[in-house]
């Protein structure tokens, strides 16, 4: 048996239907059943019982199906480990991101993933904001999904695996906290908190104003970041998602007017991009429908 027929049967087998069967092969149906009508007259009998309203296996095509199934399928494995190998995609790829909400996006990609590269093993960890570039530095990780800005010169920019609307997060008695949006002047006189260590420029790049020069509280990371929210110490810019992924008692977000957006996108150490972690560079960009290399350049909070 040829490849497509293997290919053919098998795909009937499961849908049991000649026209989904074709559309799913990208296949005319009347090579469907051609193909069918080869193998049945090569066996010496039917292996599909065709009526009006339904197709069948018959004991013939179940047992073709039962044994052929299995097998193929390890010839199919065989091969893209083969092929892994030959392009060096095997081997472990460690793969960091920040923050939940790209989480959900991150798992996906590593399965589809996996099923193209069965010889690699991807493990995944989440890194904290208040350190965003050093699990990359200390080489902990071989990518890093990370919010943009990233402007560091030992570090290297991908594609963008995600854009989330920008909110401010305020007290829920907070006097914005029961407008519909607002504006970058209507927060321009508040207390603006920050993660520790986070660069100058990724702040300013996030800031609603860049004059005024607001004040700006440095916290220990997120969670302290929204606890001082709540408790009327400050305001601060967070991702669409938070009050799903982080629900606290007295949060409230609240859109911005102008739609400015948080960016992910994935960070390598310059030069030290391996030929695994180049495949899921691809791959994530294919399945994004990114731009690739430099990736999508995020909005200001304060404008162009």
Not at 15 to 22: G, K, M, V
Not at 206 to 213: E, V
Request: charge should be neutral; proline fraction near 8%; aromatic fraction near 6%.
């Amino acid at each position: 048996m040829e490849r497509q027929d293997i290919e053919v049967f098998l795909a009937l087998a499961r849908e049991l239907h000649f026209t989904r069967t074709a559309e799913r092969l990208r296949l005319a149906p009347a090579s469907v059943s051609q193909t069918i009508k080869k193998l049945e007259r090569r066996f010496g009998a039917p292996l599909f019982a065709r009526s009006t309203r339904r197709v069948e296996l018959t004991p013939l095509g179940r047992q073709l199906l039962d044994e052929l199934g299995p097998a193929y399928a390890q010839v199919q494995t065989a091969i893209a480990r083969a092929t892994a190998a030959g392009h060096g995609t095997t081997g472990e790829l460690r793969l960091g991101y920040m923050s939940a909400a790209i989480a959900r996006h991150v798992l996906p990609l590593v399965d589809t993933f996996h099923a193209g590269a069965p010889g690699c093993r991807v493990t995944i960890r989440e890194t904290a904001l208040d350190n965003l570039y050093g699990p990359l530095r200390r080489a902990e990780v071989d990518l890093s999904i990370l919010p943009l800005p990233v402007a560091e010169p030992d570090l290297t920019v991908g594609p963008v695996l995600l854009s989330e609307a920008a909110l401010l997060a305020v007290p829920a008695g907070h006097r914005l906290a029961r407008r519909d949006q607002v504006t970058p002047e209507d927060a321009a006189q508040e207390t603006f908190l920050f993660a520790q260590n986070l660069p100058d420029y990724w702040i300013e790049h996030h800031l609603p104003l860049t004059r005024p020069s607001p004040t700006i509280t440095r916290l220990p990371g997120f969670q302290e970041m929204l606890a001082y929210v709540t408790s009327g110490h400050g305001v601060a810019i967070v991702g669409a998602q938070t009050e799903q992924l982080y629900p606290r008692p007295g949060l409230t977000c609240v859109p911005f007017a102008d739609g400015p957006t948080f960016d992910y996108a994935i960070v390598w150490r310059t030069g030290a991009l391996t030929a695994l972690a180049s495949a899921f560079l691809h791959h994530a960009a294919d399945g994004s429908g990114s731009s690739g290399r430099g990736g999508t350049p995020p909005r200001h909070l304060h404008g162009p």
